[in-house]
């Protein structure tokens, strides 16, 4: 009984229409600098962190990881609300916005293992729904999905990486790779898109 009013003062004490709690996806698909971009304007999602995924702290900097001898992804860690957009969502703008899936070790201009397409699940759910995910997509793909399921801490990029298509939005590489993919979000799932 104790633990129940503990936890309705704590539901009363949130602001009106805030969720109680907030859960992680982590996802590699390419350059963090579009994922993050895209992820950052979908309805629900709290924060977007672009960094590395598996391997040890000790190499997770752009200069090892791009040397593609240490095993990480370049990946995002994307916090979001539960009650305002799902799991599934997310992989869904995942797999049909934010990077292409049957593409093996790189995206677009970007090559090596380290680009490749990956899901580090933060628990059973979201492993068992990303692995319906890819099965749906794979039957009625032309072209294999190349997506796997990782394990592995996240660690965050340095500082010039974060928020870069906000801080460098006339950057060449932006415009050509990842503008095209914030705006397909927008005409695409328009009930997830916020500005």
Excluded at 24 to 48: D, I, M
Excluded at 102 to 127: E, M, V
Excluded at 161 to 176: C, G
Aim: glycine residues 8%; hydrophobic residues 40%.
């Amino acid at each position: 009984m104790r633990r129940l009013l503990i936890m309705a003062a704590a539901l009363a004490a949130a602001p009106a229409g805030a969720s109680p709690r907030t859960e992680t996806a982590v996802l590699a698909g390419g350059c963090f600098w579009g994922v993050e971009a895209v992820f950052e304007h979908v309805k629900g999602v709290r924060s977007v962190v672009s960094g590395y995924a598996g391997g040890s702290a000790a190499d997770a900097s752009y200069a090892k990881v791009s040397s593609e001898r240490t095993g990480h992804a370049v990946a995002v860690r994307i916090v979001y609300d539960p009650a305002q957009v799902g799991y599934a969502d997310l992989l869904r703008i995942y797999f049909t916005i934010a990077h292409d899936p049957t593409q093996l070790n790189r995206q677009g201009p970007d090559k090596g293992p380290s680009y490749r397409s990956a899901i580090f699940p933060a628990n059973a759910a979201q492993r068992q729904a990303a692995r319906t995910m890819i099965g749906q997509l794979g039957a009625s793909s032309k072209r294999p999905i190349v997506t796997k399921l990782e394990t592995g801490a996240f660690f965050p990029a340095e500082a010039y990486h974060q928020d870069f298509m906000k801080k460098n939005p006339r950057h060449s590489y932006i415009l050509a790779h990842d503008v095209p993919k914030v705006a397909a979000l927008k005409r695409t799932y328009p009930k997830w898109w916020r500005d």
